[in-house]
């Protein structure tokens, strides 16, 4: 079956960095887009970062460019978010998404909290 699993979430200061990890499975990688969305407590998800299938177009929301970098493996079937100059509005749980014309597939999350 389909799995999505992140790793990496954690706390960490602010001005520091995570890189957070999706390993994925159960359907063909590299035909589908991949994107990292996030949530923060009491706001609605939003779109953080996402890559085309092949890796050759990036879109970054406003809030993570020149922060944090999106990038895909397809010979390992895994995403990357790296993130950088952490701030505290960045604290949201973090999730791992799989897309094509017909379907979207979600990890489970994993949880960032950016704090001193």
């Avoid at 092949?54 to 922060?67: C, E, P």
Wanted: charge should be positive; hydrophobic fraction near 35%.
């Amino acid at each position: 079956q389909v799995q999505l699993v992140e790793s990496g979430g954690g706390l960490v200061q602010p001005g520091g960095s995570l890189r957070l990890s999706c390993a994925a499975s159960g359907f063909t990688f590299s035909t589908y887009f991949m994107s990292w969305y996030r949530r923060a407590p009491g706001k609605e998800r939003e779109l953080v970062a996402v890559v085309t299938d092949g890796g050759g177009n990036i879109n970054y929301a406003d809030s993570a460019k020149g922060r944090f970098t999106i990038s895909r493996d397809n010979a390992k079937n895994t995403v990357d978010l790296q993130m950088n100059s952490l701030k505290p509005e960045d604290t949201a749980v973090y999730y791992c998404s799989a897309s094509n014309r017909w379907l979207r597939y979600w990890g489970q999350g994993t949880q960032v909290t950016v704090s001193s």
